[in-house]
């Protein structure tokens, strides 16, 4: 398995809502990361886990929950959002050390209204 | 701080002709360098990258990415591009936190 799969696809939701985005992998990756993306810009780093260990928090808001239960699983909790919070957010993994590249999952494309 | 520069928002070129998608970087201590494309609605694959040996390094589908450490670049290149090579295309830098940082992007769209 050489993927990372992360669900849902598409998300719509409330300013009141909460929900969750979810992300797998089974490459034995212990790095798994969130970004963000917005449209025609490129992917903005939000949390970083290493050994399920949250390792960097680039000042994202606490609307944005980020949860690594194992190895495998990374999830990203999100509650009272705001509009301007409607990206694709993508969730990748990659071996620890820095010569090895990232593994993206297809994205899940969120709106807020 | 670890950093890429893409300079061109756009660049086009003729179905068969070269492509070079234009790559600098920033960075303190030994450069871990990648080039990723994205297709609309779809996560970022990975291309090729640079640790280190060759200068010249080959990839997927075709591309390949010259390294130069005089100029601080890692520009893009194939040598005949295709309609189906139209995409964005992000240059990467990874840092020793296991942060990678990516440039602006460049949009390259190939006309038949």
């Known amino acids: 398995d050489t993927e990372v799969t992360q669900t849902p696809k598409h998300l719509v939701m409330g300013m009141t809502n909460k929900k969750s985005l979810k992300c797998e992998q089974h490459m034995g990756h212990r790095a798994m990361y969130w970004y963000k993306q917005k449209a025609k810009k490129p992917p903005e780093l939000m949390f970083v886990?290493?050994?399920?260990?949250?390792?960097i928090n680039e000042s994202v808001p606490s609307r944005f929950s980020p949860e690594c239960p194992n190895s495998s699983l990374l999830n990203l909790h999100l509650h009272a959002l705001q509009p301007e919070d409607s990206a694709l957010y993508l969730c990748?993994?990659?071996?620890?050390?820095?010569?090895?590249?990232?593994?993206f999952g297809s994205g899940t494309r969120l709106t807020v209204v | 701080a670890q950093s890429v520069a893409q300079p061109e928002d756009q660049v086009n070129v003729a179905e068969g002709n070269p492509l070079t998608v234009k790559c600098t970087y920033s960075v303190s201590g030994n450069p871990y360098l990648f080039w990723y494309v994205q297709y609309p609605n779809r996560g970022l694959q990975f291309l090729l990258k640079y640790i280190t040996g060759d200068n010249l390094v080959k990839g997927s589908y075709g591309f390949e990415a010259e390294f130069n450490k005089s100029q601080t670049s890692f520009h893009l290149k194939k040598p005949s591009a295709l309609v189906s090579d139209s995409a964005l295309y992000f240059c990467?830098?990874?840092?020793?936190?296991?942060?990678?940082?990516f440039g602006a992007g460049t949009r390259l769209t190939v006309k038949p």
């Open positions: 990467a830098v990874r840092g020793y936190n296991n942060d990678m940082r």
């Open positions: 886990y290493s050994y399920e260990k949250l390792s």
């Open positions: 990748a993994s990659s071996q620890e050390t820095s010569n090895y590249g990232y593994t």
